[in-house]
């Protein structure tokens, strides 16, 4: 028997010519919580994949218990006893849970008549859930359940598979904090029972809560595996090893004085069951910032900012003037862009280049009389905005969609700053966008404050306190606290996104 | 990078030279069974064929182009004929009846567009509902009969037998209609917009593009398309039929789709290559005396070969490129 469950070792996987994976290491115990770090395009999510199955390792090799296995494909992955739970659970949503637990496992017979009892399959969950006892309705279409239950759903489905490593790829994203603790407990209950678990995440205090080690990437290889002690991780040393070099200031400097004239005016806004008496002002010269947990509304808000949403009452006043938005056209006439939460869906046409989609919200600045797209014109404009953002692409024909994160949120931003607005709404701006372009990011947003009113909505504490000079934090709907972000610590805005009833502290 | 980027040129250029080879071998093929087919009458005869359902084709190719499909404009494009006849045998001028068959079909295509782009109905199910309410209604016009009365002397058969320099009419409706498509569907603004309605809606929402009005403009030029086609059928065949466009279903989605699958992405240069290519395989059978349902046979099979290269091949050769690079650094 091998010290270790799982070894990877000397990993390699091209893709044309770039190496994202150079002779990666990896060793995970039994029983063990094994986080990965590593900015975005380390080469975490590469190895995952490698190691599910999903893609085919170009050298290297793979031993489970010290035996060399070969997966080729994710079938031999689950027969090798590795699964992986993705971010967002797959699951069929009008199923039941004990359905989507063995789907596509339902029986062993070959025969397409053998019939498959839904009593055996619930027999088989409750087995299953009595030696891991989770508090989750397995009898409830899935559709009817929380983003944790359904994760929870998505783990038994894994282990139902005599799993013995689990893949959880940046499990929290989706979850509430009180839901994090749930998590935490299953991981708990997973690793008393000996599975090994490798957790990938962003979030340091995370690793420091559950994690037993951690292995840290960068450009796609190995450079450190550390255990985590008594619970403590060196954040800076970690940062460090991320990024290779000195944690650089991450947000940029506050503005110097206070913001001048009032662009844009929530007055009591409101919409039936997501938010109520919503205000506040966005000046010319700083950022203005509401911060709010996922769900709590901050999004909704954002598109009624924006005339994609119709509010149910209050009023928006725009330079000065009140102003009902018919639609995102009249927002954008008005001077106003909305860089949206969910930036694949909403914000950029991952299918086609980069220049159509910077100029997209105003093409009326690239045609000529008859409505034709003058092409040179657009190449022109395209070329100055990708220089101006530095978004790195080696051409403006590039689709949108194969940039990294980071540049495909510039390009976002790049088609908002081609509609010439000065009203800028930023929502979620830097999720999924890796360490060093979200301080690129963060520098635009502050150049762009000079000039016009910018608002930043995130469910992103650190974000929102780091950029906005003056906060609200919003709770199921409503705002509970409002300040000057310099009077202003991380935890009283946390406290104030979780609870109503905080005890109330000077209001600016 | 640089690598990526010749390569990715390569595969567009590789399926154009596909298609190109394709095309010729079976130019060639029928050529070699038929010494009448490369004739220049017969060429001709197929550019005419080409115009019905190349005009079709090209309406479709602006609901294709916001990611919906249509599958009325071939029904109402039998009313659109019917109108015409029947007005023509009222005694009215032929142009007034023509714009008022098109007008016609641009209404049809306004319902669909109204019941999918703003009551966001499910684009098939209720495209075939109301294009054969259209159909239904076609019927109303002679109980189905065939209307020969004033054809002769209103002077639309004109439309078909005229020349200009030696081309037919029609041929030269179809190429000004091109033209006109290309410039607004590759070059101008509103082409942008139903491109970026097809690739991401939601996004071209939050650009600020008018997502259910661009929508049903689609399917109010797939109507009015129809019911052009629909005009130079009544014209050639010198009667109002009640069934001239049900022909049309089949080829007109082979055009777009094997454009779709040449260009990698629904075109109108790439909707006019699939429709002649689709109308000369039919002609060449038509000429070997192939019964009828052969040809209608090749030609959904032409379609489905399209939809599939359209899905696979990309991916596949990039696949196996990446593969085979990968096989060779660790060799290395």
């Given at each position: 028997m091998s010290e270790y469950r799982l070894e990877m070792k000397g990993i390699v996987k091209e893709f044309l010519s770039m190496?994202?994976?150079?002779?990666a290491e990896f060793r995970l115990k039994a029983g063990e919580v094994h986080a990965l770090l590593g900015i975005n395009g380390a080469g975490k999510s590469t190895l995952i994949k490698v190691l599910s199955g999903v893609y085919i390792k170009d050298a290297g090799e793979i031993l489970i218990d010290g035996e060399k296995v070969s997966i080729n494909s994710p079938a031999d992955a689950i027969k090798a006893g590795i699964s992986t739970v993705y971010q967002d659970p797959q699951v069929i949503p009008s199923f039941t849970g004990y359905e989507n637990i063995y789907l596509g496992s339902e029986n062993d017979k070959k025969n397409v008549l053998s019939p498959m009892s839904r009593k055996e399959l619930r027999q088989k969950a409750i087995e299953l859930l009595k030696e891991f006892p989770l508090d989750v309705d397995l009898d409830k279409p899935v559709y009817m359940l929380s983003a944790i239950e359904k994760e929870i759903i998505a783990v038994l489905r894994a282990l139902s598979k005599r799993t013995n490593i689990l893949i959880l790829d940046e499990p929290t994203s989706i979850l509430t904090e009180k839901e994090k603790q749930i998590l935490f407990d299953l991981v708990r209950l997973l690793k008393s029972k000996g599975v090994s678990i490798i957790y990938i995440t962003h979030h340091l205090d995370e690793v420091s809560e559950i994690c037993d080690a951690m292995t840290v990437f960068r450009n796609g290889q190995t450079v450190a595996q550390l255990p985590v002690e008594q619970g403590k991780v060196n954040s800076e040393l970690i940062a460090e090893l991320m990024l290779g070099k000195k944690l650089v200031q991450l947000y940029p400097h506050k503005a110097e004085k206070p913001g001048t004239d009032v662009l844009f005016e929530a007055q009591d806004l409101n919409l039936e069951g997501k938010f109520e008496h919503i205000s506040f002002q966005a000046k010319k010269g700083e950022i203005y910032g509401i911060f709010g947990l996922v769900g709590s509304g901050i999004d909704e808000i954002s598109k009624v900012l924006f005339g994609a949403m119709y509010k149910s009452s209050g009023q928006l006043v725009v330079h000065g003037k009140p102003l009902e938005l018919k639609s995102t056209a009249h927002a954008i006439k008005s001077g106003i862009y909305l860089v949206p939460g969910d930036r694949k869906a909403e914000g950029q046409i991952g299918g086609l280049p980069i220049a159509t989609n910077i100029t997209l919200a105003k093409l009326q600045r690239v045609i000529n009389k008859l409505g034709l797209v003058l092409r040179k014109k657009e190449n022109s404009y395209a070329e100055d905005m990708v220089k101006q953002l530095a978004?790195?692409?080696?051409?403006?024909?590039?689709?949108?969609?194969?940039?990294?994160g980071g540049n495909q949120q510039k390009v976002v931003i790049g088609k908002g700053l081609f509609t010439e607005a000065d009203i800028y709404i930023f929502t979620e701006p830097t999720v999924g966008v890796d360490v060093g372009a979200k301080s690129g990011i963060y520098e635009i947003m502050r150049q762009l404050s000079k000039d016009a009113a910018v608002i930043i909505i995130s469910s992103d504490c650190e974000e929102v306190l780091g950029m906005a000079d003056r906060v609200q934090v919003i709770y199921k709907g409503k705002c509970t606290f409002r300040s000057a972000a310099k009077d202003t610590t991380l935890s009283q805005m946390l406290v104030h996104a979780v609870t109503a009833d905080a005890p109330s502290e000077q209001a600016v | 990078m640089e690598q990526a980027k010749k390569k990715r040129i390569s595969d567009e250029v590789f399926t154009i030279i596909i298609f190109s080879v394709l095309f010729l071998a079976v130019f060639f093929t029928f050529a070699m069974l038929n010494?009448?087919?490369?004739?220049v009458i017969n060429i001709l005869n197929i550019l005419k064929h080409v115009s019905v359902v190349a005009i079709a084709a090209l309406g479709l190719t602006f609901v294709i182009a916001v990611d919906h499909a249509d599958i009325s404009f071939y029904m109402s494009s039998c009313f659109s004929a019917m109108l015409m006849a029947w007005l023509i045998a009222k005694g009215w001028h032929p142009v007034v009846c023509i714009l008022a068959g098109i007008v016609a079909g641009c209404c049809w295509g306004l319902v669909s567009g109204i019941a999918v782009g703003k009551f966001k109905l499910p684009d098939k199910i209720s495209t075939i509902a109301i294009g054969s309410i259209a159909f239904g209604a076609a019927y109303l016009f002679s109980d189905g009969a065939f209307i020969y009365t004033n054809f002769p002397s209103s002077g639309i058969t004109s439309l078909n037998n005229a020349r200009i320099v030696g081309i037919p009419l029609p041929v030269i409706i179809m190429l000004a209609l091109y033209f006109l498509a290309y410039m607004v569907l590759e070059r101008s603004k509103y082409g942008r917009q139903f491109y970026a309605i097809g690739a991401n809606r939601k996004a071209a929402f939050f650009s600020g593009i008018n997502v259910n009005k661009v929508i049903v403009i689609s399917f109010v030029i797939c109507g009015g398309m129809a019911a052009m086609a629909a005009m130079i059928t009544t014209a050639a065949q010198g009667n109002g039929n009640v069934?001239?466009?049900?022909?049309l279903l089949m080829p007109c989605f082979s055009a777009v789709f094997i454009g779709n699958a040449v260009f990698r992405k629904p075109s109108v240069i790439g909707t006019f290559l699939g429709a002649v290519f689709t109308s000369m395989v039919q002609n060449g059978f038509t000429l070997m005396s192939v019964p009828f349902y052969i040809s209608d046979l090749v030609v959904a099979l032409l379609l489905i070969v399209a939809i599939l290269s359209s899905k696979f091949e990309l991916s596949s050769v990039g696949k196996k490129s990446a593969a085979a690079k990968g096989k060779a650094v660790a060799a290395q």
């Open positions: 190496r994202a994976l150079d002779n978004i790195a692409t080696p051409s403006i024909k590039k689709k949108v969609g194969e940039l990294s | 010494k009448n087919f490369a004739s069934k001239s466009g049900l022909t």
